[in-house]
Nanobody, 127 residues
Framework: QVQLVESGGGLVQAGGSLRLSCASS????????MGWFRQAPGKEREFVAA????????YYADSVKGRFTISRDNAKNTVYLQMNSLKPEDTAVYRC????????????????????WGQGTQVTVSS
């Protein structure tokens, strides 16, 4: 069983930055495709970013492209989400997720394909 634990959330002013971390307890972290999703109150869960197993490919939602950067350190079993130029509309609970099976990269934004989820960390951006 894989456990994912997020950290790094908090309250920040618009235009500021935060760095989220997601630590995995599994010894096979490097075999997982990792993703970040978010959910704001009253809204559906939204894909944010994903990164391939080998750190060769990344994919972003249009709403965060150019502002957010996903990265991973397989030696530390950790995936990161660097968030810059934050906007009030970025306010949400952010959760990391892991895919153990092989999936098409074109489906990487599909939440139902992810096998493991963290509990989430709150990000609040004030205007």
């Amino acid at each position: 069983q894989v456990q994912l634990v997020e950290s790094g959330g908090g309250l920040v002013q618009a235009g500021g930055s935060l760095r989220l971390s997601c630590a995995s307890s599994g010894r096979t972290f490097s075999t997982y495709v990792m993703g970040w999703f978010r959910q704001a109150p009253g809204k559906e869960r939204e894909f944010v970013a994903a990164i391939s197993r080998s750190v060769g490919s990344t994919y972003y939602a249009d709403s965060v492209k150019g502002r957010f950067t996903i990265s991973r350190d397989n030696a530390k079993n950790t995936v990161y989400l660097q968030m810059n130029s934050l906007k009030p509309e970025d306010t949400a609970v952010y959760r990391c997720a892991a895919v153990a099976k092989n999936i098409r990269w074109t489906s990487i934004a599909t939440a139902s394909l992810y096998d493991y989820w963290g509990q989430g960390t709150q990000v609040t951006v004030s205007s």
